[in-house]
């Protein structure tokens, strides 16, 4: 009795001290004696000496002392493994607290004392069968993370106890713990296996989450499992905690992908699509997350609609995906790049939304480069005209890279849409005006391919004074001014390539006016050049000469510059000086000084020179990025730009679903009471529940199952359970080979990452049956 | 969807607290703090960032590298290395909110005073594995408890301690780990008591819009949230009805919020957590059913500027276009990575003496982020002021940013005047005092 009202008394205790903390925490911050931790975490290192001592001592407050300095030290990054015995034996602590520390302390460094780690096993055994279902938790929590492989038989058999607790916590942390011992100890698979399937049936949505974890990482083939709970899970869906729902939509939209038929459009009719029941279902109970707080669930639930769901109801994704695209900036940065992805295959759902993606100034500049690509993407005929202003406003940002991609997006403008090519040009021809570098070569080098584009396909007859040849004009008037090598050497080549004249009477004939004075500058800076111009001030310097053989001021110009190149210290500098003098020798026998008279080979006449040189490369280089139709939403390598290992990859659809009477589970054709849920353990919680479940869409198919049907499948049932039960671990390794063989043949063929992965699991289960 | 392991820099970029990461090599943490410090060194204003950088592989690491995802907590940084197969685990900032959660001030002093508690709450919220295991707050508070001034005097004096622990020879539950896990609604926690039950409703709503250089707006949204403070008694089962639920579009809601019954009735009904949640967060749509619908922008900005060699001059003048007083406007604008310094001078604008009202505001430069901020405590209806000045640049083509950042506060107003109709209490019997709280702001970007 005393026991008990003290123990009542030390609650009420506690509780009030909370509230009286709450009222003071204000008002004494100041106070040295909260000041406590600061004092511990940079404690000067003499008090080091006593952690040992204060570790052995019997008051419990020396020792949580003790504790707390040590994880203050390896917060510091020092090696504190010297303490380990010390350590284990305050495993079994009274107090909550130092049992936790002493938790993070053996995770940390068990693995380097595996003996010693050994002695605190017990304690941990014992904790296993402890009322509260937080120690029990926490216990398998430690001993599966303490990787003493002599230790795996025990963590085993500890997770096949609480995979069967009553508390559905106890019930998540055995789930978490099998990915670890997988690790460990591979030869453990069948077991494991087991564990899961049993773990799947879990009746409380608590567990579920940690169970697909578990799934995923021991046995993701075995979607043959999943089966019988398929119609279930999705039931639950929206009552599993908010990670938990993310893992399984993922793992769901997986079995479908695998497991279901692809929806159809008929051909004749675009609002008749066919849906497969079970898909229907996992989309409709789905749906009501879009509207989660957290963004990673709406995340998980815009892949199942966007890689799941038949075109009509792709729809949905569009104000879910821009809602938590204002959540945060780190969600934005993330989410646009999603939202690349679904624009490039969906240009038009959001077309209309475009306003919300709109660029501001303080965006950080790899999210001002994101939302230009995307709007850039939404480009159409109805919105290029405001999208086209804000690209050239985003052409004044003070980020060169976002200068550069608005730049470049308003070539995309006149590429996307024609009618505003004039536009787009005169707003280039502004920006060439600019007094800053970066705006100007960017600015040439999108009008470069504007230029050429106009005169493949033929310049409008509309604003003659925007004509490409003027633009050229005046960009060969502003060579001083553009600085950026990619772009002068852009300049170099435009004015060498279009400045030929025909019919208009020039001071050189056949060259336009304001092409000799280009590489009259060129020629004088060319020494201070990057090799990019160098380059293109030769092949001008060429071109030029071939136009106006007799000129004799042009010909000393390009004399003068193939002397200068001939003596390079660019290797590829000399190289096109010796290729360009070559290929001119039948114009002129005293361009190439004295050797002339010894070379051999094809002297090309200057018709054909004309031919190599002006058109040879009349196309235009297109450097458009590639759609990344490989990468799915989702993954990390999109976030990053970078290939990262091992990204998962969704399965293709398969031909034709399997067959649904399968996915046919008691609890579908006989409603029983209400089963014990967590979440239902109360009288009112059971209205609670109630509310909050979704409405069922059953699908027609499985409304009405037939008798015989039923007990023919529990047979099949039975059958399985037989086979899993009487030679565990032969059928289930072989079970996992003929998947895995399976799933190549179905999956992509660049799947190598995953598959290479596979093969080691494959080869390690292999080792274990001869051993077997 | 797996993390690593999480590490908190101090103000200075060292580390503090970090997570496990045994199964990685010793050097791979480094990695990534090297990773974000060399970030920042080639950012010059804060805040640009990439929030995702990307770390390449070192030696003896998984081939492909890996991500470091970090976001700012005060003057904490917290990072979170993401490798391997998967979706990227955005809300690491989940774990910010729970250290907001536990202290009020998250700054170098109260995590390094409380670094233990830290430690448990990162051994909580985190699987070895990677996964989030708790990341609700009040079953957390139950696992952890959060550092209170009768713990910390129990510590501190001696004789307390012999008092404290549990009867020898009973399980180490104390009486915050019996109650763990053993709660049927993940959020609440059982046996809640309150002598005085009350519910308060904040509902704060911000805009945020971007107006052209011609003074049109080009997009304005107005972004809400229903913060709430529960102090109730059991498990209280409450419906929360809206005059006009129709303004609220693109919804979110809490976990504990039943979301067949929003969509069927447009009411919210659950049963709150204990203390602050966020309750539901929504986008304001105005009635028109207009395509493109902006919220007029409640104030303007006219700026005349001109760019010069090494600096340049302004006159900007602010003007309000509501009729309520607007509180802590800020206006902002970037100068451009050169500059040097500014020179103002705050006037009131025109003719109109007497409809001048409030503080004219003061004006700073902030060399460091090169930012020039023009601060107006309140602002009255109709007002308007005029900063005029010039700054100096190091460059000899200054190159500013080409927009003002807005920011302004209007308490007691709601852009989308979201009325709350009643709030119905059914499972629990007692009186609840409820509460309603309405305030906006915004953030409006002005081009010039």
Known sequence: ?772 | MAIDGVIILDASGRPIIQSGYTSFPPGYPILHIDALHKELAKVSRSGSVDPVIYVAPGIGDLPGGSACCHVAVGELKLIASVSGDGELWIPSFRFTEILHDYFDTVSTATLKDNFDVVYQLLEETLDSSGHPLTTSPSALRDIVLPPSLLSKLLTSLPTAAQTVPGRPGSSVASSASSSAFTSPIPWRKLGIRHNHNEILFDVTEEMRAIVGRNGSTLVSNVYGKIDSNARLTGIPDLVLSFKNPTVMTECAFHPCVRLQRWMREKTMSFIPPEGKFVLAEYQYSPLQGALVSNVPVPLALKPNITVGEYGGNFTVTFSSRTMKIMDNVRIELYLGEDATGAQCTVSSAGSGVGSVGGIEGSWTFEPRKKILRWEIPNMHSSGSWVLRGSWTSKAKVPRPAHAFQIYFELPTYSFSSLKIDQVRLSGETYKIYKGVRLQSCGSVEWRW
Request: hydrophobic share 40%.
């Open chain 1, 1 to 772: 009795m005393d026991g008990v009202n003290l123990h009542v008394f030390t609650e009420n205790a506690a509780r009030l001290g909370m509230r009286i903390q709450e009222t003071f925490n204000e008002h004494t911050r100041d106070l040295s004696i909260t000041r406590g931790g600061a004092s511990i975490f940079d404690m000067p290192d003499d008090k080091v000496k006593n952690i040992g001592k204060q570790l052995d001592s019997s008051s419990d407050r020396e020792k949580l002392d003790a504790m707390k300095r040590l994880i203050a030290l390896i917060s510091k990054g020092r090696n504190v493994s010297n303490y380990f015995p010390q350590v284990v034996k305050n495993v079994a602590s009274q107090n909550l607290e130092m049992r936790k520390l002493v938790y993070i302390y053996l995770l940390r460094y068990a693995e380097h004392e595996p003996d010693l780690a050994l002695l605190s096993i017990n304690t941990f055994q014992k904790d296993l069968s402890d009322p509260s279902p937080l120690i029990r938790a926490m216990a398998l929590r430690v001993l599966s993370g303490i990787k003493v492989p002599m230790i795996r038989s025990l963590v085993v058999l500890a997770i096949k106890k609480c995979a069967a607790d009553l508390s559905p916590y106890v019930r998540k942390a055995a789930a978490l713990a099998i990915p670890k011992i997988f690790q460990l100890d591979s030869t453990q698979e069948p077991a494991l296996i087991s564990v899961i399937a049993t773990l799947l049936r879990d009746r409380s949505p608590l567990s579920i989450g940690s169970a697909v974890i578990a799934f995923e990482s021991v046995c993701p083939t075995r979607l043959d499992l999943l089966h019988q709970q398929y119609r279930r899970l999705c039931k639950i869906l929206i009552d599993v905690d908010e990670w938990g729902q993310v893992d399984l939509l993922n793992l769901l939209l997986r079995y479908t992908r695998t497991m279901l038929s692809k929806p159809t459009i008929s051909p004749n009719n675009e609002s008749a699509e066919e849906v497969d029941g079970d898909l229907q279902l996992l989309l409709s109970s789905s749906e009501p997350l879009f509207q989660s707080k957290n963004p990673a669930v709406v995340l998980a639930v815009v892949r199942v609609f966007y890689y799941g769901a038949p075109p009509s109801w792709i729809s949905k994704i569009v104000n879910p995906l821009l809602r938590i695209l204002h959540a945060s900036r780190e969600n934005e940065r993330v989410v646009l790049a999603y939202l690349f992805v679904i624009t490039c295959a969906h240009p038009l759902l959001f077309s209309t939304q475009y306003p919300r993606l709109l660029v501001r100034t303080d965006d950080p500049s790899q999210v001002k480069r994101d939302k230009i690509k995307v709007l850039l993407n939404l480009c159409n005929i109805d919105n290029h005209q405001a999208l086209l202003r804000e690209f050239i406003d985003y052409a004044d940002d003070v980020d060169d890279a976002v200068v550069a991609d608005a730049t470049h997006a308003i070539g995309q403008c006149a590429r996307l849409v024609q009618s505003c090519t004039q536009q787009c040009l005169s707003a280039l021809m502004t920006m060439i005006k600019s007094r800053h570098d970066v705006i100007v070569s960017n600015a040439v080098l999108v009008l470069k391919s504007l230029v050429q584009n106009q005169l493949l396909t033929g310049p409008p007859a509309s604003m003659p004074s925007q004509s490409p040849l003027t633009i050229i004009s005046q960009l060969a008037r502003r060579i001083d001014d553009i600085k950026h090598p990619q772009a002068r050497a852009c300049v170099l080549w435009l004015v060498g390539q279009y400045s030929t004249t025909q019919g208009v009477s020039t001071v050189i004939e056949g060259v336009a006016d304001w092409a000799p004075d280009v590489l009259r500058k060129s020629a004088k800076s060319f020494n201070t050049e990057s090799p990019l111009v160098k380059l293109q001030a030769l092949t001008l310097a060429a071109k030029l000469f071939l136009l106006c053989p007799m000129d004799q001021t042009l010909g000393l110009l390009s004399r003068y510059v193939f002397s200068l190149g001939k003596y390079d210290l660019d290797y590829d500098v000399r190289d096109r000086t010796r290729m360009l003098t070559s290929l001119l020798a039948g114009m002129s026998l005293t361009i190439n000084g004295r050797e002339t008279e010894e070379q051999g080979g094809v002297i090309l006449r200057r018709e054909q020179v004309m031919k190599v040189m002006f058109d040879g490369k009349a196309g235009i280089v297109d450097e458009e990025a590639i759609i990344h139709d490989r990468l799915s939403i989702g993954s990390l390598n999109l976030v990053i730009g970078k290939d990262m290992h091992g990204d998962s990859i969704l399965p293709e659809w398969l031909e034709a679903g399997i067959d649904p009477a399968l996915r046919q589970n008691e609890e579908d054709v006989a409603p029983s009471a209400p089963p014990p849920q967590a979440i239902s353990s109360t009288v009112q919680q059971a209205q609670v529940s109630a509310g909050g479940t979704p409405v069922i869409l059953t699908p027609s198919s499985s409304s009405t199952p037939s008798r015989d049907a039923k007990g023919s499948w529990r047979d099949l049932d039975k059958f399985y359970a037989s086979d899993s039960d009487n030679k565990e671990s032969e059928s289930s390794s072989e079970e996992q080979e003929s998947e895995d063989e399976g799933e190549d043949s179905g999956a992509d063929e660049s799947e190598d990452n995953e598959d290479d992965a596979e093969e080691d699991v494959k080869e390690e289960s292999g080792e274990s049956r001869t051993r077997i």
